[in-house]
């Protein structure tokens, strides 16, 4: 059985940094795509960021694009999303989840991602 759990979530002021983390247990974490989403208030949950198995590959969504970076170790089986310069608007609770496919990757598809976190608040006060 896949569980994700994240960490690294909390109150943090305009312009601030915070480093959200997922460790994976279950299955093998090194051959899949890992992916961060997050859902504000009242919204849809949305596409953060994505990388490959590998790690070769990174994809963002333009809203977080120069600000975040989303990593992963294979032998710690985690998947971090550094955020910089975090605005108001990044407010939402933050899931990782993994792909449903090994060796494959397309970023941004929240359909093609089958196990996810319970998610971690990150709050960005003005």
């Known amino acids: 059985q896949v569980q994700l759990v994240e960490s690294g979530g909390g109150l943090v002021q305009t312009g601030g940094s915070l480093r959200l983390s997922c460790v994976a247990s279950g299955g093998t974490f090194s051959i899949y795509t890992m992916g961060w989403f997050r859902q504000a208030p009242g919204k849809e949950r949305e596409f953060v960021a994505s990388?490959?198995?590998?790690?070769?590959?990174?994809d963002y969504s333009h809203s977080v694009k120069g600000r975040f970076t989303i990593s992963r170790d294979n032998a710690k089986k985690t998947v971090d999303l550094q955020m910089n310069n975090l605005k108001p608007e990044d407010t939402a609770v933050y899931y990782c989840?993994?792909?449903?496919?090994?060796?494959?990757?397309?970023?941004?598809?929240?359909?093609?991602?089958?196990?996810w976190g319970q998610g971690t608040q990150v709050t960005v006060s003005s």
């Open positions: 990388i490959s198995w590998s790690g070769s590959n990174t």
């Open positions: 989840a993994r792909y449903i496919l090994a060796y494959a990757y397309t970023a941004g598809r929240e359909s093609s991602y089958s196990y």
